[in-house]
T-cell receptor, first 115, second 117 residues
């Protein structure tokens, strides 16, 4: 069966420090991958999505970036964190080329606090 | 304009009763899908139920059912026989059709459901 792993679960970082959040999926090939951010008490906002290795699409301009160095690995990065980057970050995957009824499956999330 | 609107920030329900969580959507795409997710306090997003725009019947999944009214662009989630473990945030989401791999979800702002004993 497919599983998604996301780490770390929680992270406290100072303003201006770099960031790297990692997400890996097991049990599937060439998944569609997504990074979302959820502000406290709010819905999810799509940040990036990827349909294949090295293919990244950005939804919202910001100081974050994403990379997909391997088929089932998706990384969210920043060179210099801002206070506004605080939030709950969720990685998700979906089977490619399937019907529109395929849901996205989410990792457990990373709670990021910027001090 | 909001694509997904959840007008109930919070809802209370007595244990064993049914509850309806509202969701309206806005799209001009004839092909779309509607999803409901549950987010407990631990944070993970749990997929509950799906309704396709061309589906003739309302979706059901155990105690969850979706009251899909296409002309009104609403897709309300009905939870029957509420349990204490149903207390969580509930999000309605939509994926619009088309080609390409985006297939990302647009989420509503959520409804916090509290089940009371």
């Amino acid at each position: 069966s497919q599983t998604i792993h996301q780490w770390p679960a929680t992270l406290v970082q100072p303003v201006g420090s770099p960031l790297s959040l990692e997400c890996t999926v097991e049990g599937t090939s060439n998944p569609n991958l997504y990074w979302y951010r959820q502000a406290a008490g709010r819905g999810l906002q799509l940040l990036f999505y990827s349909v294949g290795i090295g293919q990244i699409s950005s939804e919202v301009p910001q100081n974050l970036s994403a990379s997909r160095p391997q088929d089932r690995q998706f990384i969210l990065s920043s060179k210099k964190l801002l206070l506004s980057d605080s939030g709950f970050y969720l990685c998700a995957w979906r089977e490619p080329g399937r019907g529109s009824n395929q849901p996205q499956h989410f990792g457990d999330g990373t709670r990021l606090s910027i001090l | 304009a909001q694509k997904i609107t959840q007008t109930q920030p919070g809802m209370f329900v007595q244990e064993k009763e049914a509850v309806t969580l509202d969701c309206t959507y806005d799209t001009s795409d004839p092909s779309y899908g509607l999803f409901w997710y549950k987010q407990p306090s631990s944070g993970e997003m749990i997929f509950l139920i799906y309704q396709g725009s061309y589906d003739q019947q309302n979706a059901t999944e155990g105690r969850y059912s979706l009251n899909f009214q296409k002309a009104r662009k609403s897709a309300n989630l009905v939870i029957s026989a509420s349990q204490l473990g149903d207390s969580a945030m509930y999000f309605c989401a939509m994926r619009e059709g088309g080609t390409g791999g985006r297939r990302a979800l647009t989420f509503g702002s959520g409804t916090r459901l509290q089940v009371q004993p």
